[in-house]
């Protein structure tokens, strides 16, 4: 072969080299088509294969959400009270979101009504329960509690809340409304350019800090029920409280907000991995304040505890502390000033049969 080569023409050893390049490309080029063609056919076995997963799924009912395992199809709700620190915490979540891999949404209702109209709670319970491609989800919102098994869902999702002692509460909106906090100080507030305090509202029997103002922290945790929005009604304070008990996951007070993220994080790391260290050194924008507040006096205080509106949203917070420093009480222990979480405090013994 050697002596045929040097034997060849130039010219004829130049064509040669060209055939056997162009043949080559022609090799390669019929070995990608190959190629691809066996990539789309393993596409489309792939997707008959979903398609009967799918199929299954629907047919068998209780099944189909057998997709995803059972922290990947967890969402939790948080329908945050209005100047409980909410912005604070939920700062924490969108921080987490990226790193712990779940989604946040904000559910942002028509002029921030609490309550939903009869067609929302049906889509809302629809798009959360099923939309799994946000899911695990966190979704937090002013929404008044809304209970999914009046809607045949299989599956509830995670109640959470936070509360706050009444009167600071309302004095905190009070100012919020006048003059914005620290985290979006351009924003024009609704009551921008009303210059009295709090303590001269109460005095003048003002509408803004009427004992009325207080009834909010019960109709959140009451729900959608006409009762619950009327105001001072010892029945919406006992479905609150039952709902507290039996429908949240967790409830924490303002005041303790870091003690309820370290709860959160040992019983939901999924979620919360990381969020105590980052409350306790991270950025100082998940601290909201409201500015230019003026604490009241003892006599405006000593007014408002009058209403029984007051007594009523203050039994319903004391109700909801006590709850939480029993959670905690038993979730962790101090040392040298500082709370750790408790070890696991539980094992399994005496396992039969015995495995071979």
Same mark, same amino acid.
Not at 247 to 252: K, N, Q, S
Not at 297 to 326: G, H, P
């Given at each position: 072969?050697?002596?045929?080569?040097?034997?060849?023409? *130039?010219?004829?050893?130049?064509?040669?080299?060209?055939?056997?390049?162009?043949?080559?490309?022609?090799?390669?080029?019929?070995?990608?088509?190959?190629?691809?063609?066996?990539?789309?056919?393993?596409?489309? #076995?792939?997707?008959?294969?979903?398609?009967?997963?799918?199929?299954?799924?629907?047919?068998?009912?209780?099944?189909?959400?057998?997709?995803?395992?059972?922290?990947?199809?967890? !969402?939790? #709700? /948080?329908?945050?009270? *209005?100047?409980?620190?909410?912005?604070?915490?939920?700062?924490?979540?969108?921080?987490?979101?990226?790193?712990?891999? /779940?989604?946040?949404?904000?559910?942002?209702?028509?002029?921030?009504?609490? !309550?939903?109209?009869?067609?929302?709670?049906?889509?809302?319970?629809?798009?959360?329960?099923?939309?799994?491609?946000?899911?695990?989800?966190?979704?937090?919102?002013?929404?008044?509690?809304?209970?999914?098994?009046?809607?045949? !869902?299989?599956?509830? *999702?995670? /109640?959470?809340?936070?509360?706050?002692?009444?009167?600071?509460?309302?004095?905190?909106?009070?100012?919020?409304?006048?003059?914005?906090?620290?985290?979006?100080?351009?924003?024009?507030?609704?009551?921008?350019?009303?210059?009295?305090?709090?303590?001269?509202?109460?005095?003048?029997?003002?509408?803004?800090?009427?004992?009325?103002?207080?009834?909010?922290?019960?109709?959140?945790?009451?729900?959608?029920?006409?009762?619950? &929005?009327?105001?001072?009604?010892? &029945?919406?304070?006992?479905?609150?409280?039952?709902?507290?008990?039996?429908?949240?996951?967790?409830?924490?007070?303002?005041?303790?907000?870091?003690?309820?993220?370290?709860?959160?994080?040992?019983?939901?790391?999924?979620?919360?991995?990381?969020?105590?260290?980052?409350?306790?050194?991270?950025?100082?924008?998940?601290?909201?304040?409201?500015?230019?507040?003026?604490?009241?006096?003892?006599?405006?205080?000593?007014?408002?505890?009058?209403?029984?509106?007051?007594?009523?949203?203050?039994?319903?917070?004391?109700?909801?502390?006590?709850?939480?420093?029993?959670?905690?009480?038993?979730? !962790?222990?101090?040392?040298?000033?500082?709370?750790? #979480?408790?070890?696991?405090?539980?094992?399994?013994?005496?396992?039969? *049969?015995?495995?071979?």
């Amino acid at each position: 072969m050697g002596l045929l080569r040097i034997m060849m023409p *130039p010219k004829l050893q130049l064509l040669a080299v060209v055939a056997f390049a162009v043949a080559m490309l022609f090799l390669e080029n019929q070995i990608q088509k190959l190629e691809e063609s066996r990539s789309k056919l393993e596409r489309a #076995i792939a997707r008959h294969e979903v398609r009967e997963i799918d199929q299954r799924h629907t047919m068998d009912g209780p099944r189909q959400d057998a997709a995803l395992d059972e922290e990947e199809d967890m !969402v939790i #709700i /948080y329908n945050r009270v *209005p100047k409980t620190a909410s912005t604070s915490f939920t700062n924490i979540a969108y921080d987490l979101c990226a790193k712990n891999k /779940y989604h946040v949404l904000h559910i942002n209702t028509t002029k921030n009504n609490p !309550v939903m109209s009869l067609q929302d709670q049906v889509r809302f319970v629809k798009n959360i329960t099923s939309w799994k491609e946000m899911k695990p989800g966190f979704y937090h919102g002013h929404v008044s509690y809304l209970d999914f098994a009046k809607f045949g !869902v299989r599956k509830k *999702p995670i /109640y959470i809340n936070v509360i706050r002692d009444p009167i600071e509460r309302l004095v905190s909106y009070y100012y919020f409304l006048r003059f914005g906090d620290d985290y979006r100080p351009g924003l024009r507030r609704r009551k921008q350019g009303d210059k009295k305090t709090f303590d001269e509202c109460v005095a003048e029997g003002g509408s803004d800090c009427a004992p009325e103002k207080l009834w909010l922290q019960i109709p959140f945790f009451c729900g959608h029920s006409s009762e619950c &929005w009327n105001v001072g009604s010892r &029945w919406a304070m006992d479905q609150a409280k039952y709902n507290l008990i039996n429908e949240y996951f967790l409830v924490g007070v303002t005041e303790e907000l870091e003690d309820f993220i370290m709860l959160l994080e040992a019983a939901l790391p999924r979620f919360f991995r990381g969020a105590t260290e980052l409350y306790r050194t991270g950025k100082k924008s998940h601290l909201r304040k409201t500015t230019e507040k003026k604490l009241p006096t003892k006599q405006t205080i000593a007014k408002l505890q009058q209403s029984d509106i007051w007594k009523m949203e203050n039994e319903f917070y004391e109700f909801a502390l006590e709850q939480f420093q029993f959670i905690r009480a038993h979730a !962790v222990r101090e040392k040298d000033g500082d709370l750790y #979480i408790l070890t696991q405090n539980f094992f399994y013994e005496k396992i039969y *049969p015995k495995s071979n």
